[in-house]
């Protein structure tokens, strides 16, 4: 399977892909308003060597534990209000509580993936996974970036290679064309439970 066939498979799927991931029902929103955090994810994707880095940050309320769920990336600072924090990870998780006025909490973090599985037959280069990062293109479904129990509002900024074009389920969309790289901004208004993120060199 070429690279073009490749992805004009995966482009077939997005549909179904972002419908999976649909906001809430308005009433569940408006039940937990008062508890929405903002969250801001930033990541750069190396697909030469299967890895991404990125950083999430927010602003957590007073004096109430928050869980963050990390998935499957490793932690390569976390600071709150400017100090260096070591959080006990226990189920692919941990919580954190916050006083005072400086509430922000920063996490850096990177995730490295395993080449893609080589599948059997003339037809298939590849057996798809959940998730994954190659030359030929990012799957990100779930435990890619740190995220937030239950809802939250997000804001996805993903640097991909120029030749690449991205997607998630975001309303809005800005791309800052670079030399080698493109910027993309997701902007996300509703709350949701997490994001995702699909590129590739294809046309949307």
């Given amino acids: ?18 419908a999976a991931f649909a906001p809430p029902a308005w009433s569940d929103v408006n039940q937990n308003k008062d508890n929405i955090l903002m969250v801001s994810i930033d990541v ?6 299967r890895r991404i880095k990125g950083k999430a940050s927010t602003e957590l309320p007073m004096e109430k534990p928050v869980l963050i769920h ?27 509580v916050a006083f005072g006025k400086n509430r922000l909490l920063r996490i850096q973090f990177h995730r490295n993936f395993p080449p893609l599985s080589p599948g059997t037959g003339a037809k298939n280069d590849h057996i798809m996974t959940n998730s994954f990062i190659d030359t030929k293109g990012v799957v990100l479904l779930d435990g890619w970036c ?4 239950g809802l939250a509002l997000y804001e996805l900024k993903a640097a991909v ?18 030399e080698k790289t493109s910027i993309y901004t997701f902007e996300f208004p509703h709350p949701r439970i997490g994001i995702s993120l699909v590129a590739g060199p294809y046309q949307v």
Avoid: C
């Fill in 1 to 18: 399977m070429n690279k073009t066939s490749y992805f004009l498979s995966l482009s077939l799927f997005l549909p179904a892909f972002l």
């Fill in 44 to 49: 750069t994707l190396d697909m030469e060597n």
């Fill in 70 to 96: 990390v998935g499957g990336v490793e932690l390569d600072r976390v600071t709150l209000a400017g100090q260096t924090i070591n959080p006990s990870i226990e189920d692919d998780s941990f919580s954190v």
């Fill in 146 to 149: 740190p995220t937030m129990e």
């Fill in 161 to 178: 290679p120029a030749y690449f074009k991205a997607i998630s389920e975001a309303d809005a969309v800005k791309v800052e064309y670079r």
